[in-house]
């Protein structure tokens, strides 16, 4: 309540300050203790009715199945798995192109997803964040450098086809698209545009450009659930061994 008082003293002053320049020389607040002994305001609960009710239909929109709970976990998880799938396909879709490798950070996991039907409202649940889906070339020595960072973070989702093992915190026996990780060689991974541009301390991935045509991670998500669903299929993720750690480091 704080904060909307604050509101309304500011649109006051830029309402009067359209043709002069006005310096306020105070500001007060107003403040409310909220608790459920707070009559609710019936006029702002009608005004918003319409829209509440057109937002809970369009979340609780079925749009999948999936015979067991989906949750997240170090080094490896289905969930993260089932993401990870998610960009390598919905990423070569969309950009046109094959993609060698897909990741997917483990702190951009914000969710479960439980037992049973699977509803918009989930997915949004599962990835509230407006992070792009990106397509970045990379050396391998750099993608390299990047999996010995998801190593020493204790692992991060990678898409089916790779594989590295977690010893001492670095990454070992990588498998990059069916084959040994070539250092010299070129790969094409999908990204979120948020790592690409170094965060989660991917630092080594900022010099590099990326593509990107405006396509949230949360919609490649819609998708794909949407697709599996078509195809008759229930969303079914398995741990597959892809991260996998010596020492349970």
């Not at 897909?102 to 649940?125: C, D, H, L, P």
Request: proline share 4%; with cysteine.
């Amino acid at each position: 309540m704080r904060v909307i008082s604050f509101v309304y003293s500011c649109l006051i002053f830029l309402v009067l300050s359209c043709s002069t320049v006005q310096v306020p020389k105070s500001v007060s607040y107003a403040g409310y203790a909220v608790s459920p002994k707070l009559a609710a305001d019936t006029a702002l609960l009608n005004l918003v009715q319409p829209y509440s009710l057109e937002v809970n239909r369009t979340m609780n929109k079925v749009i999948g199945f999936t015979p067991a709970t989906m949750t997240k976990r170090l080094p490896e998880s289905g969930l993260g798995n089932f993401m990870a799938d998610c960009m390598l396909e919905m990423g070569a879709k969309k950009f046109g192109m094959p993609i060698d490798i897909a990741f997917m950070n483990q702190g951009g996991i914000r969710a479960s997803i439980n037992k049973g039907n699977i509803t918009i409202g989930n997915v949004y649940e599962l990835m509230p964040f407006d992070n792009l889906l990106v397509v970045q070339e990379l050396k391998g020595s750099v993608l390299e450098a990047l999996l010995n960072h998801i190593a020493a973070d204790g692992g991060w989702p990678i898409s089916k086809g790779s594989s590295f093992k977690i010893k001492n915190k670095q990454a070992v026996d990588i498998i990059i698209n069916g084959k040994p990780l070539d250092r010299n060689a070129t790969y094409i991974t999908a990204n979120s545009d948020y790592i690409a541009q170094g965060g989660s301390d991917a630092a080594m991935l900022k010099v590099f450009p990326f593509q990107n045509k405006g396509y949230l991670i949360r919609d490649a998500l819609l998708e794909y659930i949407q697709l599996i669903t078509a195809s008759g299929k229930p969303v079914d993720a398995k741990i597959e061994n892809r991260v996998t750690s010596s020492s349970n480091e």
